[in-house]
């Protein structure tokens, strides 16, 4: 299967239980309330920021099975039991630390009611033995992954990422409303994913022998995981301070105003961090100089796939708020939306190349830029907020992603030839962001922009079209090379 196939399956994997997700939430605040949903919501988000724990174990194995030469089948078995034995301990002694500062936790979270501390705290307890089942998880996927099991993985994750919607459903509707249910009722739908991919890798690696740790592919592990692992605690910390910096200098409100756009915003990431998925282990498992021919030809497919996407959602947001949430938010909200997918366009720009770089088992570099740019992001992020408001905030956003795209490019020699690449499709976005802004406020105006663009993208894009059309006929999407 190709690169396209699989990423497409990744895509449907993380839209499934996101729609999902949307439909349960009137019968979660109807059954439980909005105050406890609230904080249910808190405490289950707390585990996206628990991926660093693994030590960066999870990426390594992917990479190191993926860039594997021999077709010994002992090898990559021996890769995923010392990762697999390694984050089991990780697990353990991250699960005792979590549980020893529950209470500092929430505290430090500060937005659970006084009337569910005690509840809350109960709940969080249970969280302890999330890292015991997460990083494994993590480990068994990317180990998947590296054999192309996309299909498999993306079955498992929808089960799972779906249970952990119905499981605290369940609970709440047999009348169990209380927080300290419906977290271990979240958390089972964890350990109801590891045993298919425990199977899975059993069957796919394959994992045979009984548990034993490699020492010299554990170095090897943790030498390039510890890096993986810092920008995985950096990534965090990045996408999120935006909204603590608002909410200090701003009211409720402006956190509201930036956080809706953000959100939505957010969810066209799907679409690239699908294709990060897919390309890492074609691009491990091939030569350094045939890797980046395939990061800048890749690169093109991704700028032709999310140029359109950027285009539309800036031409309509506008007009979009005005229909969803009424004039005064729109209003409020207008700019952050399209300055933040700005962004998202030029972080499409280094996409390949950062996982090239990744996949080579170069996380350092990557790391190095998130440690230098994060004091000056948070700086611009100040002024940004102090003189341009939410606005500023967004502008300052895509900044930080500007300025990693251009060192990224630039380290990895790729700056001129993207740049000349990225130019016809900057400025259809530069285009559709100065209809947005003066534009008269009419949605007819603006839709018709917005199709007159995207129909010189795809002009533009007619060849690689065409090509993708007739290898989808054949079944097999010729984006290969």
Not at 5 to 10: C, F, G, I, K, W
Not at 292 to 317: F, H, Q
Request: hydrophobic share 55%; proline share 5%.
């Amino acid at each position: 299967m190709s690169v396209a196939r699989h990423t497409l399956v990744n895509i449907a994997s993380a839209i499934l239980p996101m729609a999902l997700g949307l439909a349960t939430v009137p019968l979660y605040l109807r059954t439980i309330g909005g105050e406890r949903y609230g904080v249910l919501a808190v405490i289950l988000a707390l585990l996206t920021y628990f991926s660093f724990l693994d030590l960066g174990f999870g990426i390594a194995v992917g990479q190191r099975i993926a860039s594997l030469s021999t077709k010994s089948s002992s090898e990559p078995s021996r890769i995923l039991w010392t990762a697999l034995l390694s984050t089991l301990f990780l697990g353990a002694i991250s699960g005792v630390l979590l549980y020893l500062i529950s209470g500092s936790l929430l505290a430090l979270v500060g937005v659970v009611p006084a009337g569910k501390q005690e509840e809350a705290h109960a709940a969080l307890r249970w969280l302890s033995l999330a890292p015991l089942f997460l990083l494994p998880i993590s480990a068994m996927a990317a180990a998947l992954g590296a054999r192309l099991r996309f299909e498999e993985i993306g079955a498992v994750q929808v089960l799972g990422n779906s249970c952990s919607q119905l499981f605290p459903l369940a609970m709440a509707l047999s009348g169990r409303t209380e927080l300290e249910a419906l977290v271990p009722a979240a958390l089972a739908s964890r350990v109801l994913m590891a045993m298919p991919l425990f199977w899975l890798c059993r069957r796919h690696v394959p994992l045979v022998g009984g548990p034993c740790i490699d020492w010299a592919h554990f170095k090897g592990m943790l030498g390039y995981g510890g890096w993986v692992s810092m920008k995985a605690f950096l990534g965090p910390v990045l996408l999120t301070s935006d909204r603590f910096f608002i909410a200090s200098q701003y009211s409720a409100a402006a956190v509201a105003n930036y956080t809706v756009p953000y959100d939505l915003v957010s969810r066209t990431l799907i679409i690239p961090g699908s294709f990060s998925s897919a390309l890492f282990p074609r691009l491990a498992s091939t030569s350094r100089a045939d890797a980046r021919a395939l990061a800048y030809r890749y690169g093109k497919v991704l700028l032709a796939v999310m140029t359109p996407i950027v285009i539309a959602g800036v031409s309509l947001s506008r007009d979009f708020y005005d229909l969803w949430l009424g004039p005064s938010f729109s209003e409020a909200a207008f700019g952050v939306s399209e300055l933040l997918l700005l962004g998202v366009w030029l972080n499409t720009l280094v996409i390949p190349h950062h996982i090239d770089r990744m996949a080579s088992g170069d996380a350092r570099t990557a790391t190095i830029i998130y440690l230098c740019e994060t004091p000056l992001y948070f700086a611009v992020l100040w002024l940004g907020l102090k003189f341009w408001n939410i606005q500023g905030a967004a502008g300052a956003w895509s900044l930080r992603i500007l300025l990693e795209t251009c060192l990224l490019l630039y380290i990895s020699n790729a700056l001129s030839r993207t740049s000349r690449l990225a130019a016809p499709y900057l400025a259809l976005v530069a285009i559709a962001m100065a209809g947005a802004w003066w534009l008269p406020r009419a949605l007819f105006a603006h839709l018709g922009l917005a199709v007159g663009l995207i129909g010189i993208c795809l002009l533009m894009d007619r060849e690689l079209i065409f090509a993708g059309a007739k290898a989808f006929g054949f079944r097999k999407m010729g984006f290969s090379p």
